[in-house]
C-alpha cells in the first residue's frame, strides 16, 4: 500500500518541485496539498503545467486534517510555521513521519513537546544522508538542510575527515540561482533586477546560513569552524555553484591524488559525482537532478584547495533532498522518484 | 525483449533529447550512439551531465554496423544525410525501422530503393501521430514532423475539421527559442546575439518549412492552402509558440462552443490540452513534456479565430514525438518513456 | 537660463528613464523628483548607479511645491494620478507645462478645469511628434502615447496615408520586454516566473492599449477601424516589437515601390528608420534610443503587407517620446539629450 | 582640428564599443574601421544600430593607409596581430598613438623596433590611469589592461599601498560576462550552452591574465605576489564582478576605518566610486560606463577582508578605459566621450 504523503506550502517553488517528484514516485500517494493563498482553487490553476494530470485543490492547512490524512508530512512552508504547527500535528497522530524544509530547526537537535499525559521528547535529525544516513533510517522529524549548506558541506566533507586542510582558511565563495529566494514579492526579485544582473549580498558574515554550516562542518571536523561565507545571485532559475577555498595541510598531495581520495570517499554515494580532471562542475549538469558534482583541485602556485560543488538548489539543495530523506526513512531505494537525468539544451 | 535503438548524430541537441528520453525508457536499449565530431569519445565527455549514468562511446556512422545492432534507428542528423544513407542501410538491414528527425522526406510519400534483386517501394509516413497515427502504427519508415509545423497542425486541425475558418486567411507568428537552430556554431546564435533581444528572421514566404506547413493543412482541409508565416526568434532555449489566426466562417459560434469543439476534438489525445478559458497556452508550462497546450479564442470584436499553440520545440516539435512514433510502431503504451511533467520554477 | 524639470514618480522605471536622460540634456535643470515610496531617500539610495553623480533627494508630491519649482513637470506616476492632480498643479501654476506618461488623458482632447475666476480648457495633445508636431509645438499638456500604440501607429501610418492596405484586415502580433508592465510586484513578473518563458496575455480584444490605437488610426485613416491586438511577454528587459498584417489594396504594388514608400513616408524623420530590404528590424537594434526600426514586407505568395515595426518600450515608448516632446514644445532640437546609439553586445 | 583616429578590428566587440563610444567623442574624427572579414562592407551591415547614422565602410588592414589616415590607433584585433603589425605601421608613421587593446604587450615595457636608419625602442606603458597617469601622458604605445586585471587591480590597490593585507593569502574569485570571450564562435558560447548556466573555466592558475595580474600587483606593493584565480563565466553579456579575499595584518581596523581608506584613496579618482556601507557594488550599476564600484568589507568573523569589485568589461574593462587613456594623451579631459550613467531598468 502507497504511503499517504503529504505537502504544506504546497504552492511555493520547494512546494511545486515536491508536488511534482512525489507524482512520478511509485510508492506514494498524494492526499494532502495546502496553500494559504489559494485555498479552494484547483492545483493546476496555480500551475496550469500540471492542468489534466493533478485533480487535487489546495487545502487550508487543519492539523487534525493533515494527522488524518497522512503518513507523511511535508512542510514547505515559510520559516517559523513548523515550530508553531509542529506540536498540534503531533498531538493528532502521534506518530506521523515530517520532513521539514524550512530553516526552524536546523540547528537543534531535541524538540521537547507538552503532551496532555506524557512528555515527548523528539529527535530532530539534520537530513543531510551522506553524513546522517544511519540517523534519518530511524527517524520521525527530520530537518532539512539547506540549500547553500548542502552544497559546502558536501564539498568539504572528505578534505575534513581526511585532515587535508587548514580549518582556519575556509573561504566560501557561492552563487545561487532565483529561485532560492522562493515566490514571494520582493522589489530585489523582479525580472528587470535580476536579468542581465550579479550581485553579492550578505557579505562578510550576515547570511542566516552560516551557523548551520558552521555547526555541520566543526562537528564533522571536531574543530571550531569559522567560514568566510558569501552568496550571490545569479540571473538564472536553478542551480547553486559553490566555490570553495581552503589551505592544503601537506604540501605534497598532488592533483591525482586529491581526485583519488574525493572519488573514493563517495564511490557509494548515488547522488555525489566527483568528476573526472579535466571537467568542472557547474549549474547546468545538475539541473533539475538530485546530483552534487564536486570538482576539487589542488593549485599548486599557492597550495590551495579549489573545491567547486555544484547542486540544483530546489533539487539536492530542497525537495529532491527531502524526498532522499523519505526513501531512507520509508526503506525504500534511496533513488525512487528523483531524476537523475537533467535537461539539454 | 528490449528492442535495440540506435541514434545518429546523437551529439546534437536532437540527438541528446533522444538519448536522454530513449535512457529513462522501459522498452528499449540503446545500442548505438553515432556523432562524426566526437567518434570515439565517451558520450560524457561531450555532455558531463551523463557521468557515471552512460557509459557509451560515440561511434562512427557505418551502415553495416548500424544494420546489424539496431532494430529501430533514429535519425537525428543534418537535412541531406538521410537522402543519402537511407538506401546504404536498408541494403544493410531490410527490415530495420527508422525515425528520421531531419526535414529530408517530409515533402515525399514514397521513397524508391534501388536493390540488387528486386526494386523496394518504402513507403513514407509523415509521423504526427494526432493524424496520421493508423498509418505510422504499419510504418518501416517515418518522418519526423518540424517544430513549427508541429504547433501550427494541432493548432488549426480542429477549425479546419470542423470548418470553421476562411482557409484563405490564416496567418502564423511564430515564436522559438535557440535551440530550434540547433547546436551548429553561427553567428545569430553566439550568446551575445540572442540574449536581450528578439528578432524576426525568413519573412514573407521565405522560411523552408512553409511548403511542410501547407502540404498538411491542405490535406486535411481538402483546400488549397497558402498561409502567412512570421518565424522570430525567442532568447531562450526551449520552446515554440505560435499565435494562429484566420477568419471565423460563422460569426454566431461563440467562445463557449469553440472551446468545446476544441476540447472535444482532442479529448482522446494525451498529449494534446486544450486549456481551460482564462488560462492562455505558454511556453514554460509545456517546457521538457511532450504536450502540445492549446488555446483557441474568439476575438468577437473583428470575428477572428487566434489560436494560441505552445509545444516544446525539442520534444513534441522532435524527439518526444520521435519516441511517440517509436511507441506506436512498436505497439506500446504511447507514452511509454516521455515526461509528462516539465519543469517549475 | 535651464528650463527647471520636475519629474513626480522619479523612482519608477520610466521615471529613472526620464532622470538618467534629464541629467544628459544640456537645456533643463532637474529641481524636483518625487517618490511617495522613497520620500527624503537619496535618488542614488534607490539607484546606486546614480552614486556620486546625482545628489538629490526623493520628494513627497507636493502641488504648490511642483508648481513653484518647475515651469516643465512630467508624470512618470500610475494611472489615475493625473486626473486627480493636474487640477490642482494648474492652480498653482498656471503656465505649467505637463508631459503626463500614464493613460489618464489619451482617449481625451480636452480638458475642462473649474478654476476660481474663470473656467479654463486645457487642450490635450496625443504627443506623437511624426504625426502631431505643429499642435504639440503650441501645447500646454502632452499626453505621451502608450508603447504599444506607437509601434503600431508609426508602423501603420504610411500605409495608411498612401490607401495601401484594407484596413479591415489590420491583425497585430506585439510582443513586448518586462519593463513595460512596470516597477511594482506582480507574482507573474517574478523573474522565475519570466525567465525562460514567453507568453500572451490580454487577447482577443481585452488589453487597454486598444482604443488608444483604434483612435489614432481611425484618424489617420478616416476610416473606422478595428484591430486584433495580441501582446506577449518576452523574457528581456528592454523593447517592443510588433509584427503587423494587412492585405494590400493593390496586388500589383511590389516590394521595391513599398520600401521606397515608407522611405520616402519617413524621410525627414529622424526618429524612424526604415531599414533596408534584407534587414529586419529587431529589439536589440533600438535598444536604449528612440529610434523605431521599421521593415515593411510584402508576402508575394498571400498579398499580405507585412510590417515589423521594433522600439525600445521605454524609450520611444515611454520616456524618450516625452523628452521629444519636451524638446518641441521648448523649441529645442528634436533629438536633444536623446541617444542615438544603444549598445551592442 | 579633430584627431583622426581608426579603429583595427572594428566589428569585434570591443571594436563595436569603441566605434559607439568614439562617434560619441567630440574631440576626434573616425577615419578608419577595418575588418578583415567584413571589408567593403557597410558597418552598418554589420551592425545595423549604425543604419543612417554611421556612413563608413569597412576597409582591409593596410599599414600605409592606417599611418597615412590616423594620428592614433586602437587594436581591437586578436592576440598576435599587435606584435606582427607595429613594426610595419611605426615604419610609415613614426608619431602615430597607439592603443593596443590585445594582451600583446602587457608583460613588457619596451618594444625594440629595427628601422632602416636608426634604432629605435618603444616605450610600452600599462595604460590603468589610476595608477600610471603620468607615465600615459607622455606614451606613444599604450598597453591597454585586461578586463579581469583592471577589476582586480582598482579593488586591491588601496589595500596593497596601505600594507592592509597579508599578501600572501589574496584570493580572487571573479565572475564575467560572456562578452569577455569575444565574438569568435566557440562551441561553449552557443546560446543554450551559456544560457540558464553559470561554470567556472581556467581553474587552479591556468588563466592568461594572472601573470598580469601578479605583475601588476607585485610591482604596486614591492613584494613578490602570488594569487589564487578563479574565473567563472556568466549568463549576462556584460559586466564583470570580482570578490577578492585576504587576511588583515591589523585586527584592530574597523569597518569604518577601511570604509574611508578606501573613499580618501579614489577621491580624485572620478572613475573609480566606493560605494556607501549597505550597498554592494553589482554588475548592473555599472553597466555601459566606465566606473569601478568597490565594496571593501571587514569580515569580523574571520579578520578577512572581502572586496567587492564591478565593472563593465566592455568599458572600463576594454574599450572605455582604452578612451580613456587617449584622453590622456590627448590632454582632454579624462571622461570625455565615456558615459557616466548605464541603464537601469
Redesign the interface.
Known amino acids: 500500500m502507497k504511503t499517504k504523503v503529504g505537502i504544506l506550502g504546497a504552492t511555493g ?1 520547494t512546494g ?2 515536491l508536488t ?1 517528484l512525489l ?2 514516485h511509485p510508492e506514494v500517494e498524494i492526499t494532502y496539498l495546502s496553500s494559504e493563498q489559494f485555498t479552494d482553487k484547483y492545483y493546476y ?1 496555480v ?7 493533478l485533480k487535487e485543490k489546495c487545502r487550508p492547512v487543519n492539523a487534525a486534517d493533515v494527522g488524518y490524512r497522512c503518513d507523511l508530512v511535508f512542510f514547505a512552508t515559510p520559516n517559523g510555521f513548523a515550530k508553531d504547527f509542529l506540536p498540534k500535528l503531533i498531538k493528532e497522530n502521534n506518530d506521523i513521519k515530517i520532513i521539514d524544509l524550512s530553516a526552524d530547526f536546523r540547528l537543534e537537535t531535541i524538540l521537547a513537546l507538552n503532551k496532555s499525559k506524557k512528555q515527548k521528547n523528539l529527535k530532530i535529525t539534520y537530513g543531510l544522508p551522506e553524513i546522517h544516513r544511519a540517523q534519518i533510517q530511524t527517524s520521525q522529524f527530520i530537518s532539512n538542510p539547506g540549500c547553500y549548506p548542502t552544497s559546502i558541506i558536501l564539498g568539504l566533507l572528505p578534505a575534513l575527515k581526511h585532515k587535508l586542510i587548514n580549518t582556519n582558511t575556509i ?1 566560501i ?1 557561492s ?1 545561487s540561482g ?2 532560492g529566494a522562493g ?1 514571494q ?3 530585489e ?13 550578505n ?3 550576515k547570511h542566516r546560513h552560516i551557523p548551520e554550516i558552521e555547526k555541520e562542518l566543526s562537528t564533522i571536523s571536531g574543530e571550531n569552524i ?3 561565507f ?1 552568496p ?1 545571485l ?6 547553486i ?1 559553490s ?1 570553495i ?1 581552503a589551505e592544503l595541510n601537506n604540501t605534497k598531495i598532488n592533483q591525482k591524488e586529491i581526485s583519488k581520495l574525493y572519488s573514493d570517499f563517495y564511490k557509494k554515494e548515488f547522488f555525489v ?1 566527483v ?2 580532471e579535466g ?11 538530485n546530483f552534487c ?1 564536486l ?1 576539487p ?6 597550495n ?1 584547495l ?1 573545491i ?1 560543488s555544484a547542486i540544483d538548489n ?1 533539487v539536492k539543495g530542497a525537495s529532491g533532498q527531502a524526498i532522499q530523506n523519505m526513501n531512507i526513512i520509508l526503506s525504500l531505494k534511496e533513488q525512487l522518484g528523483l531524476d ?6
Not at 500551475?47 to 494530470?53: A, R, V
Not at 545569479?234 to 542551480?239: E, K, Q, T, V
Not at 583541485?297 to 599557492?302: P, V
Open positions: 517553488y511545486v518541485v511534482r507524482m512520478n490553476e500551475y496550469p503545467m500540471f492542468y489534466d494530470l573561504i565563495d552563487k532565483a529561485s515566490k514579492l520582493k522589489p526579485l523582479h525580472f528587470c533586477e535580476v536579468n542581465e544582473s550579479f550581485s553579492p549580498y557579505l562578510a558574515g569559522k567560514v568566510v558569501s550571490h545569479l540571473p538564472i532559475s536553478r542551480g555553484l566555490t577555498y559525482k568528476l573526472p571537467t568542472y562542475a557547474n549549474t547546468r549538469n545538475v539541473r533539475y537532478t558534482h570538482s583541485l589542488k593549485d599548486e602556485r599557492t590551495k579549489i567547486v530546489m537523475t537525468l537533467g535537461q539539454i539544451p
